[in-house]
C-alpha cells in the first residue's frame, strides 16, 4: 500500500469521507469536518504509524491533504 492511501484511510477514522473519495485539496476542517481533539488525534496517529515527529509551527500552515502529505513525504526525506 503506498503512503498516499494510508494516510486516506487514516483520516478516514475521523470523518465521513471514504478514502477513496478524498481528493488531496481537500482541507481537514472545512472539507473533512475535523474538530481540533479530532486534529490532534490524528496528529499523533500519523507520526506513530509513519514514524515521524511533526513540528507544531509548520502545522499551522497546513490545511489540506495534499499540503499535510507533503509534508510528511518531506520529514522521510522521500
Same mark, same amino acid.
Given at each position: 500500500?503506498?503512503?498516499?492511501t494510508?494516510?486516506?484511510?487514516?483520516?478516514?477514522?475521523?470523518?465521513?469521507? !471514504?478514502a477513496?473519495?478524498?481528493? +488531496?485539496?481537500?482541507?481537514?476542517?472545512?472539507?473533512? #469536518?475535523?474538530?481540533?481533539?479530532?486534529?490532534?488525534?490524528?496528529? #499523533?496517529?500519523? +507520526?506513530?504509524?509513519?514514524?515521524?515527529?511533526?513540528?507544531?509551527?509548520?502545522?499551522?500552515?497546513?490545511?489540506?491533504?495534499? +499540503? !499535510?502529505?507533503?509534508?510528511?513525504? #518531506?520529514?522521510?526525506? !522521500?
Amino acid at each position: 500500500m503506498d503512503k498516499l492511501t494510508r494516510f486516506k484511510e487514516i483520516i478516514a477514522q475521523y470523518c465521513q469521507v !471514504a478514502a477513496e473519495d478524498m481528493r +488531496e485539496d481537500m482541507r481537514f476542517r472545512e472539507d473533512l #469536518g475535523f474538530s481540533s481533539l479530532d486534529f490532534m488525534s490524528f496528529l #499523533g496517529e500519523i +507520526e506513530d504509524d509513519f514514524d515521524v515527529e511533526l513540528d507544531e509551527e509548520r502545522l499551522i500552515d497546513i490545511n489540506t491533504i495534499g +499540503e !499535510a502529505m507533503n509534508m510528511i513525504n #518531506g520529514l522521510q526525506g !522521500a
